[in-house]
């Protein structure tokens, strides 16, 4: 009986190759993948003398390896390099750096909005900011969202409310 074979109990496959399933009269016993296992001629290709291996394959897999080796190289490499493509065009992000926050400050901006009456996107668009960032603000993530200072400093000054920690 092969190795891994999937029929029953004997050496008799039924006559199906024991890799995709073919019937085919012509089976031959071949090592595959260190398996002893009856397979048609298309399968049979797969052998591990026809690789020119003898054991699993690993002459053939060091180019792969080598090359994965050297991609993973290259995305460390890249991920060390300093990459502002991601920045938006014309921002300069250090003229408009993000102050030390109070720790309640979405709570604030949230009360101190609705307590004006304005809805979101209506104070964001007074503001001329996107709404996304002032969501942010609210949630309490303006630094993780990017939100530059002068987004809070605005929203100090229209909801006259203290956001920076001083």
Same mark, same amino acid.
């Given at each position: 009986? !092969? /190795?891994?074979?999937? #029929? @029953? +109990?004997?050496? $008799?496959?039924?006559? &199906?190759? *024991?890799?995709?399933? =073919?019937?085919? %009269?012509?089976?031959?016993?071949?090592?595959?993948?260190?398996?002893?296992?009856?397979?048609?001629?298309?399968?049979?290709?797969?052998?591990?003398? !026809? /690789?020119?291996?003898? #054991? @699993? +394959?690993?002459? $053939?897999?060091?180019? &792969?390896? *080598?090359?994965?080796? =050297?991609?993973? %190289?290259?995305?460390?490499?890249?991920?060390?390099?300093?990459?502002?493509?991601?920045?938006?065009?014309?921002?300069?992000?250090?003229?408009?750096?993000?102050?030390?926050?109070?720790?309640?400050?979405?709570?604030?901006?949230?009360?101190?909005?609705?307590?004006?009456?304005?809805?979101?996107?209506?104070?964001?668009?007074?503001?001329?900011?996107?709404?996304?960032?002032?969501?942010?603000?609210?949630?309490?993530?303006?630094?993780?969202?990017?939100?530059?200072?002068?987004?809070?400093?605005?929203?100090?000054?229209?909801?006259?409310?203290?956001?920076?920690?001083?």
């Amino acid at each position: 009986m !092969a /190795k891994y074979s999937t #029929g @029953g +109990g004997s050496d $008799d496959t039924g006559g &199906s190759c *024991e890799l995709c399933g =073919a019937t085919d %009269a012509s089976l031959q016993t071949v090592n595959i993948a260190g398996a002893q296992l009856q397979v048609c001629a298309s399968c049979a290709q797969h052998r591990d003398d !026809a /690789k020119g291996t003898s #054991g @699993g +394959g690993a002459p $053939d897999d060091e180019p &792969s390896r *080598e090359k994965r080796a =050297a991609q993973n %190289a290259a995305r460390i490499h890249d991920a060390q390099q300093a990459d502002a493509s991601h920045w938006e065009e014309g921002a300069d992000y250090d003229d408009d750096q993000l102050p030390y926050l109070v720790t309640d400050y979405g709570r604030r901006v949230t009360e101190a909005r609705q307590d004006a009456g304005l809805q979101r996107e209506e104070l964001a668009e007074e503001l001329g900011v996107d709404e996304s960032e002032l969501l942010a603000v609210e949630q309490g993530r303006a630094t993780q969202a990017g939100v530059g200072g002068s987004v809070i400093t605005a929203l100090e000054d229209r909801l006259d409310v203290e956001l920076a920690d001083t």
